[in-house]
């Protein structure tokens, strides 16, 4: 598979934490750490505006459990290894239904 020229990808280029591709980063999600119930979780940011480190995920499950079984989470954002990031998988699951749900209200 050619990767894509950076050249010609608009704006910013960021890698995938999960494949390691390169892509532009209005198409990655940016997640960085924060607070769960008084513990660091890793948390998804959409608007990538939460203050802090962020690394960047592309919107898969593939690209999620790559990253989770890899442990790039913990690496990329210089945290402690035993950090959730369940609140990362939870949002793609419901934006993948509420895609799937969309994409099925258009056809009828």
Known sequence: MALPDDSTLPGPVRTCV?????AAKCELLRVTVGLVDGRQ???PDPTATAPGRGAHLHPSTECYDLAVRRKAFARALRCEGGISAAAVGTYLDSK???DTTRNWSKSS
């Open 18 to 22: 999960g494949c390691r591709g390169r």
């Open 41 to 43: 979780a890793i948390l």
């Open 96 to 98: 993948t239904v509420m």
